[in-house]
């Protein structure tokens, strides 16, 4: 029987037992924290933490640390420390710009628990290591395979960027012109340890890939993922080659005092050193048939020192016999070689250093029809006309057709009502008709269409201004009505126009537009409604008239404006009354020069020059030029003097002094002084005289 005393023992007891097992339950920790992971310089990352508490102090902790690729990392990624006492460790097991993440478990008395830090993150970047090697130091000559072609001999980079970790996010091979110390040329490759880069010698210069003799230093420059950059040692290559450069084609219009308009083919070139030059014409192909040797094994200079001295050598369009060649595509083949090889014809496969360009395309169409424009026939005027331009000798035949006329694949869809024919030599000239088709009868009111086309003694068929050689189309309004008082007799108007009247343009003009207006009721009749464009000079300027067929009419033009001085806006409106309006507006066109444009457009062709020479200048306005030529004691010799329209202006001079004596051979400086009004821009050249 238990008494109450003893019941209160045991009780006591009990109470001191659970007092014990609450005291055991109520240990607390606190988990691993402020974690941090930082990527070292070496490519090792440094991760660090706060250490944790135990309410025990008995309690052993230490810790394991584990790593993953992802975000999902736990106890079973991979461990890369087990049961450390510290509170920081490093990971050196790591690759290039890989992500690692990390997490901290608390270890309690050697038994790991649930408790653990954050998940902490950072990426790996590795020091690179880059280094450059070549095959030699010197591009020393292009050489001519078997078989007639021409290689150029190759530079061999290997380039090694293969550390320990991974390579770099990419190396950039930089390769720097040491004549001016800019940098020419940069290949970059991407992702890559080991890899071989090939040089030819070839560089970027003005939008052209062009050859210099000279001194060049490469280098390697790898960028690590976080942009951080290390780079190769320099080294120097040196090019020692004879190279065509930046060969221009370019048409050259003879002066007019000569007997023929027809066009001359210019070829502006650059060498890299003095080499023997030969120059072929050949028909169609780099392979065909040679029409003219222009050149044979003649010296030529390099581009010198200062890179600005190039060759012009002047295809008069005749073959070896002088006669004018047929029309047809043509190619400039330009040999140079750095010795004469007179014994060897050309292409020769015997090696040395030589160079070739095959690829300038000549098309040769001298006969060409330009500046077409017409007028219509009114009550008051009882004659159309056909005013044109032919640049050689030529039948011209002008033709009328019905209104709508079309000529798909230049087959006309009707039937001629009129065939006019002439024979006429160089120049302009205005053709004109009566409205009357070929049996005489007169013809009614309408929009007619005309053609125009000429063909010389040589069956050669003259091409417009854009190179097509189809026949050249407009239209002829006829409309002999008077105005009557019947009905709503007011004409349509002009609103404005763009350009508006009497102002100065100074920015480039691509199209000229008007605005139209029609109070009748009757609407505008866009099909008679006409915009032309006048130049300073007197001539039309070629474009395509359209309309939204609403209010506005456009001339959009051939080429934009480059010739400054004052242009007429001419602009007829109808409606469909049958009543017009005709207006002349008038706008100033001024571009600024400045002595590097006019600068650029000064040539002196042939030069070297042996019996004659031209020298050259387009004019963006009408100009004051003068030439003087002088010798190298500062002598003047020769001196030429013009005031001269707006446009392209070529300059005979015969190679005599001012007294009509033939002069020695010898190099002359010539100063060209170009006074636009505004400014005067003088340029100053060489020129090698052969006599």
């Known amino acids: 029987m238990i008494t109450k005393a003893l019941k209160t023992i045991c009780i006591a007891v009990l109470l001191a037992g659970f007092a014990v097992l609450s005291a055991e339950a109520a240990t607390t920790y606190t988990a691993p924290s402020s974690i941090t992971a930082i990527a070292n310089t070496d490519g090792s990352i440094s991760v660090t933490w706060t250490a944790s508490t135990s309410s025990d102090t008995t309690d052993i902790l230490t810790y394991d640390v584990y790593r ?177 450069n930046r ?116 098309a040769v169409d001298s006969l060409r029809l330009l500046d077409v424009t017409s007028t219509g026939i009114t009550s008051s005027t009882s004659l159309a006309t056909v005013k044109y331009t032919l640049t050689n000798t030529a039948g011209v035949t002008l033709r009328v057709y019905p209104p709508n006329t079309t000529f798909p694949g230049g087959v006309p869809s009707a039937t001629a009502l009129q065939t006019i024919a002439f024979y006429r030599t160089s120049g302009t000239y205005t053709e004109t008709w009566d409205g009357r088709d070929s049996t005489g009868l007169l013809l009614g009111k309408g929009v007619y269409v005309f053609s125009l086309e000429a063909v010389d003694d040589s069956g050669n068929r003259a091409t417009n201004q854009t190179g097509n050689d189809s026949p050249v189309y407009g239209s002829i309004p006829i409309d002999r009505t008077a105005p009557t008082t019947a009905g709503n007799t007011t004409p349509p108007t002009i609103v404005s126009t763009n350009p508006a009247n009497g102002v100065t343009a100074t920015s480039s003009i691509s199209e000229i537009t008007a605005v139209l207006s029609d109070t009748s009721g009757s609407g505008l009749d866009f099909s008679k409604c006409t915009i032309a464009l006048t130049s300073p000079s007197g001539t039309s300027v070629a474009g395509t008239v359209s309309n939204n067929a609403v209010d506005t009419i456009t001339l959009s033009l051939t080429s934009p404006l480059t010739v400054n001085g004052t242009y007429t806006i001419t602009v007829t409106a109808y409606n ?48 004051n030029v003068n030439i003087d030529v002088y010798n190298l004691l500062g002598e003047k010799v020769w001196s030429y003097s013009e005031s001269a329209t707006a446009g392209q202006k070529n300059y005979l001079w015969k190679l005599i002094n001012d007294s009509g004596k033939s002069i020695a051979s010898d190099m002359y400086i010539y100063i060209m002084a170009v006074d636009d009004g505004t400014n005067v821009y003088k340029i100053k050249k060489k020129i090698l005289v052969i006599n």
Not at 71 to 81: E, K, Q
Not at 294 to 300: I, K, Q, S, Y
Not at 301 to 324: I, M
Not at 587 to 597: Q, R
């Open 247 to 362: 060969e221009i084609l370019a048409y050259v219009r003879e002066v007019p005092d000569e007997t023929s308009y027809h066009q001359k083919f210019g070829v502006t070139y650059y060498l890299t050193k003095d080499a023997w030059v030969t120059i072929k014409i050949t028909q169609k192909s780099a392979a065909g048939s040679t029409v003219r040797t222009l050149l044979d094994e003649t010296p030529r200079p390099g581009e010198s020192l200062s890179r600005d001295r190039y060759n012009t050598d002047v295809w008069d369009g005749r073959d070896d016999t002088g006669k004018l060649v047929p029309n047809g595509i043509y190619y400039y083949n330009i040999y140079a070689t750095e010795y004469a090889k007179a014994s060897t014809p050309l292409p020769d496969t015997t090696g040395g250093d030589t160079a070739l360009v095959s690829s300038v395309s000549i």
């Open 576 to 623: 469909n009354n049958g009543y017009s309006t005709t207006t002349k507006y008038t706008f100033n066109y001024s571009l600024s020069s400045s002595i590097a444009t006019v600068e650029s457009t000064v040539t002196c062709y042939p030069n070297p020059a042996k019996g004659y020479t031209y020298f050259s200048v387009f004019l963006a306005t009408n100009a």
């Open 68 to 244: 993953d690729t992802t975000r999902f990392v736990d106890n079973g990624s991979l461990a890369i420390a087990a049961s450390i006492s510290r509170t920081a460790v490093k990971d050196y097991n790591t690759l290039n710009n890989i992500t690692y993440y990390y997490i901290v478990y608390l270890v309690i008395n050697g038994v790991e628990s649930g408790i653990t830090s954050d998940i902490i993150s950072t990426t790996a970047y590795w020091p690179q290591q880059v280094s450059l090697t070549t095959n030699t130091n010197l591009i020393s000559y292009e050489s001519n395979a078997a078989g007639g072609g021409f290689t150029s001999a190759n530079l061999t980079f290997n380039i090694t960027n293969n550390p320990p970790a991974g390579p770099a996010k990419k190396v950039d091979i930089i390769f720097t012109d040491v004549w001016n110390g800019t940098v020419v040329l940069t290949d970059t490759y991407y992702g890559t340890s080991t890899f071989i880069d090939t040089w030819d010698g070839y560089v970027k210069d003005s939008g052209r890939w062009v050859k210099h003799c000279g001194e060049y230093k490469i280098k390697a420059v790898a960028t690590n993922y976080n942009g951080t950059q290390v780079e190769s040692g320099e080294v120097s290559v040196w090019v020692d080659v004879v190279n065509i």
